[in-house]
Every structure is written in structure tokens, then in C-alpha cells.
């Protein structure tokens, strides 16, 4: 029905910057909301960033910054264009999603395998 795909994680060194993308694809309508968590070994998934179809943007404090948001809406994909990572935010990176399919039904909580983002000390 529905698919997420995140890329472009890596291993960076402190202080450095990656971009983040995932591409929602399947019986979609409209995407209503885009957006990034993370969750690391042990540990609870947080929410790093979120951008909605209305414009409305958010971000985890610790990001805010540091981290911005974007998505290309006629290719249903968002990016995470993160600078100046830190150690502590060594982590796998989800997509998630809400979105419309053709039929009309709604998926609120659409996942991404998730990427892998080590940042280095």
C-alpha cells in the first residue's frame, strides 16, 4: 500500500553536516504530514523534526538550529538537512508519515525502515 524509504546516512565526524531523504511512494493521494524521529540502542524514539501540509514546522529543542526540515511535495519526499552533529545524536533515523491513500482511507502512522547516522567523537 504504502511504502517510506529513507537515505543518505553515514558516518560523519563531529561537527559535521548530513542530509537526510525519504521518499513515500504507493497508492498515495495527498501526504499530510512528513516528519523525522530517532531512536538510539536502548533508548525511547524521539521526534527530531516535523513539516505539515499547512506549512507548520517543529523541532526538538537540541535541533532547533542546528536542523531544518524541507520536502519536495510533487515527489512525496522530505529531507533533513542536519549540521553541526553532535556524538550524543548517533542514531537510527525514521521517517514517518500521515497521508491519504486513493481509496480515501487515511494511514496515520506510516514507517521507514530507518538510516543509520553515526556521528564520531
Known amino acids: 500500500q504504502v511504502q517510506l524509504v529513507e537515505s543518505g546516512g553515514g558516518l560523519v565526524q563531529a561537527g559535521g553536516s548530513l542530509r537526510l531523504s525519504c521518499t513515500a511512494s504507493?497508492?498515495?493521494?495527498?501526504?499530510?504530514?512528513m516528519g523525522w524521529y530517532r531512536q538510539a540502542p536502548g533508548k525511547q524514539r524521539e521526534l527530531v523534526a516535523a513539516?505539515?501540509?499547512?506549512?507548520?514546522?517543529n523541532y526538538a529543542d537540541s535541533v532547533k538550529g542546528r536542523f531544518t526540515i524541507s520536502k519536495d511535495n510533487a515527489k512525496n519526499t522530505v529531507y533533513l538537512q542536519m549540521n553541526s552533529l553532535k556524538p550524543e545524536e548517533t542514531a537510527v533515523y525514521y521517517c514517518?508519515?500521515?497521508?491519504?491513500?486513493?481509496?480515501?482511507?487515511?494511514?496515520?502512522?506510516?514507517w521507514g525502515q530507518g538510516t543509520q547516522v553515526t556521528v564520531s567523537s
Open positions: 514517518n508519515a500521515a497521508l491519504i491513500l486513493t481509496s480515501g482511507a487515511w494511514v496515520n502512522d506510516a
Open positions: 504507493g497508492s498515495i493521494f495527498s501526504v499530510r504530514r
Open positions: 513539516d505539515t501540509s499547512g506549512g507548520s514546522t
